[in-house]
Each structure stands twice: as C-alpha cells, then as structure tokens.
C-alpha cells in the first residue's frame, strides 16, 4: 500500500514539472517573437540583393558570368538586361562564355539564347531558370 501512496504522490510532481517547463519554454517563444534588435536592419540591407556589378561590364548582344553567384547577366539589346543561372540544364556543368548571342556550356556544348535563356542547341532540352535582378543607374543587383 505505500507503493500506491508514493506512485500517486509522484504523478502531481511530475505534471508540475512539466506544466512549468512547458510554462517557461512559451514565455521563451513569445519573448524571442517580441525582442526588438539590429537584425532587422540586417535584413532590409540584404533585400536590396548583392551588387553584381555594373552595366558597363556587359556588351550589347552578350553577357557576363558571375561564378562565384551562379549568375550569367545579359544585354540581348541596349539597356535590357537578363539574368540566367549559370548551371547548364543538360547535366549542370557551369556555363562558361557568352558570345554571339549565346551562353555556352563547354561539356557536351549545349547552347541557351541571352534574350531569354531557351535553348539554341543541345543535347540540353530545357531553358536556363531565370534569375531576379534589379537595375539601378548603373548598378546590377541579383535580387
């Protein structure tokens, strides 16, 4: 019979127990929801997009890779500019120069249009995905 008097004893602590943590961890959640601190700032920094580079530095008719973020920006015509991934749809080798109309991808030559990133020539059947960019002045940020 005390077996009976501590087991029912123990139940109560532990929903206590629990109830407090459960307590706790929520006044935690709210308190982080509330907290006012520089990250916002941080953030309405970084939506303004990484800064490409200039205008100036793509022909008309042609383009540039960004590698390092996985970009390929072009000029189809004078002040419309275009931006593709840079990884090639046929078996995602790294596009490698633009030229002639055309972003070229050197492992199996696939060919994709810098109007629009479809395809000129496979064995690549789908377009490169477009990328968001936004053009200020003379300034080229990857949205």
Same mark, same amino acid.
């Given at each position: ?8 004893? &123990? ?9 407090? &943590? ?12 509330? /907290? ?29 890779? $960004? ?13 419309? $500019?275009? &931006?593709?991934? /840079? ?42 995905? &477009? ?13």
């Amino acid at each position: 019979m005390t077996s009976t008097s501590l087991d029912s004893a &123990a139940g109560p602590a532990r929903r206590i127990v629990i109830a407090a &943590a459960g307590a706790a961890g929520l006044t935690v959640a709210l308190a982080s929801c509330g /907290s006012e601190d520089d990250s916002t700032e941080n953030t309405s920094a970084d939506s303004a997009g990484t800064v490409l580079g200039k205008t100036s530095e793509i022909p008309e008719g042609g383009g540039r890779i $960004y590698k390092e973020q996985g970009v390929v920006v072009t000029q189809p015509t004078a002040g419309t $500019y275009r &931006a593709f991934s /840079s990884k090639c749809t046929h078996q995602g080798c790294a596009v490698t120069t633009v030229e002639n109309g055309a972003i070229a991808c050197p492992c199996h030559h696939s060919r994709f249009s810098v109007a629009d990133g479809s395809v000129q020539a496979g064995p690549a059947t789908r377009p490169l995905p &477009a990328e968001r960019i936004t053009v200020s002045g003379d300034e080229i940020r990857l949205a």
